[in-house]
């Protein structure tokens, strides 16, 4: 039995970076190198001006592990900083989905009340399909697709999880 300092936790950690070629690629590298597995993946500049750019990195692991990854992640250039959200407080975590489904008749109307239910927009509407948005937690678009699929899912396009520090914490 695994004792609590081996508990595998999802993480979710900020890292402020320069707005540059091939910086992605040293940050997955790391990952990949170590046999690190990344859940969710987002990056965009955020400072033009200062050409600073925002990734956001979902990932699984022991405290241990966890630690292993931040310290790494520091020592990358041109890496300014690194904030594991998870454990820093209160956050705001949200992930935006296009789903679309295709059907007639009740499925038709099932797939639009659950929409409803989960308070996705219509974004394209044909005869024979919808092209859903959803806007939440990873959570709550899990749940939205899952319900979807026996009405006829036939594509997902996710964003990944975006994050935020509640409160005045800042990157």
């Not at 595998?8 to 540059?20: A, C």
């Not at 697709?145 to 996710?158: A, I, P, W």
């Amino acid at each position: 039995m695994a004792q609590p300092s081996e508990t595998t936790n999802k993480h979710t950690i900020s890292v402020l970076v320069d707005n540059e070629a091939g910086v992605l690629a040293r940050v997955v590298g790391l990952f990949s190198g170590r046999g690190y597995n990344i859940e969710s993946l987002t990056v965009a500049e955020i400072d033009a001006k200062k050409s600073l750019s925002r990734i956001n990195i979902v990932t699984s692991g022991t405290p241990m592990i966890i630690e292993q990854i931040k310290a790494q992640l520091t020592r990358l250039v041109p890496i300014h900083k690194v904030r594991d959200l998870t454990l820093d407080g209160a956050r705001v975590e949200r992930e935006l989905a296009l789903i679309k489904v295709r059907g007639r008749g009740n499925r038709r109307v099932e797939s639009l009340r659950i929409a409803d239910i989960f308070r996705a927009s219509v974004l394209d509407s044909t005869n024979e399909s919808f092209v859903f948005e959803i806007v939440g937690s990873a959570e709550k678009v899990d749940a939205f697709v899952k319900l979807m699929e026996s009405l006829g899912l036939s594509d997902v396009s996710r964003t990944g999880v975006v994050a935020i520090s509640r409160g005045e914490e800042t990157m």
